[in-house]
C-alpha cells in the first residue's frame, strides 16, 4: 500500500486459499449481490486510527516473522437475524489480537477495545426466514479453516 491511508484502518486475518474460496463460493451465493463489496474475511479490528498504520504494519510484520499461521478452526453457525456467519475459534489468533489490542489501548475504539467475536459473514442483509434456511443448511458442513 503506497502512503498513508486517511480513514480507520481494517485489520483481517488472511485465510489459507482453500479456505478463502470456499468462504467466498457460500458469500457469493448468500450476500445480497448490491451489498457484496468485500471477499469473505475475519476482521480483528474495524477501525484502527489512520495514524496508527506504521506502528500497526510494523507490529504486524513481526508476528509474520515470529509465529507460524494461526489455526483456527469453524466451530458453529451464527443466525445474525438477517443474515449467517461462522463461528471461529483461534487461540493462536486470540493471543495475536489481544497484544495488538494491548499496544494500542486508548486508540482503538469502543468496538475494537471490547470483546471479540471472531466470525466469517457470508449472508447478511437478508429475510429472517432466509438467514434460518441457510444456517440450518450450513451447520451440515463447513471447513477447518487456516489463517496463512
Avoid at 13 to 36: I, K, M, V
Avoid at 60 to 83: F, H, I, K, S, Y
Avoid at 117 to 140: F, G, W
Wanted: hydrophobic share 45%; aromatic share 4%.
Amino acid at each position: 500500500m503506497a502512503g498513508a491511508m486517511s480513514g480507520p484502518l481494517i485489520v483481517t486475518a488472511l485465510l489459507a486459499g482453500a479456505d478463502q474460496a470456499w468462504f467466498d463460493r457460500l458469500r457469493t451465493a448468500h450476500y445480497p449481490p448490491e451489498r457484496n463489496h468485500l471477499a469473505a474475511h475475519l476482521t480483528l479490528f474495524h477501525a484502527v486510527p489512520p495514524m496508527l498504520e506504521a506502528e500497526l504494519r510494523r507490529r504486524l510484520a513481526a508476528l509474520a516473522a515470529e509465529l507460524a499461521p494461526p489455526r483456527a478452526d469453524v466451530v458453529g453457525v451464527m443466525n445474525l437475524g438477517g443474515g449467517v456467519a461462522f463461528r471461529i475459534a483461534s487461540d493462536d489468533l486470540d493471543s495475536i489480537r489481544a497484544e495488538l489490542a494491548d499496544a494500542f489501548r486508548g486508540a482503538l475504539t469502543q468496538q475494537d477495545s471490547h470483546g471479540w467475536r471472531p466470525h466469517i459473514t457470508v449472508q447478511n442483509k437478508v429475510t429472517a426466514a432466509e438467514a434460518r434456511a441457510l444456517a440450518r443448511r450450513s451447520n451440515e458442513a463447513s471447513p477447518s479453516a487456516r489463517c496463512a
